[in-house]
């Protein structure tokens, strides 16, 4: 059984991010790190986090980097 709640964790550092004004680079290597992270604590639900997300680029590319992809 994954861990479905992580969303909480990635959305509140994702919005963090985003209120604060970080740039694209910020964004991408921190939440890389992130979804890594939870990844390795069995995340299950990254393409929900990622749906929210997917019109802020460095975000998704943060996904990408972790083999996790949006499929219209």
Not at 27 to 44: G, H, P, S
Request: net charge negative; with cysteine; glycine share 6%.
């Amino acid at each position: 059984m994954g861990w479905g709640s992580a969303c909480r964790i990635f959305n509140n550092v994702a919005d963090g991010l985003i209120e604060a004004g970080a740039d694209d680079d910020v964004k991408e290597k921190t939440l890389t790190k992130v979804i890594a992270d939870l990844q390795a604590e069995d995340w299950d639900t990254e393409l929900d986090s990622l749906q929210d997300y997917r019109n802020d680029p460095a975000i998704v590319r943060a996904f990408a980097a972790n083999d996790i992809h949006w499929e219209d």
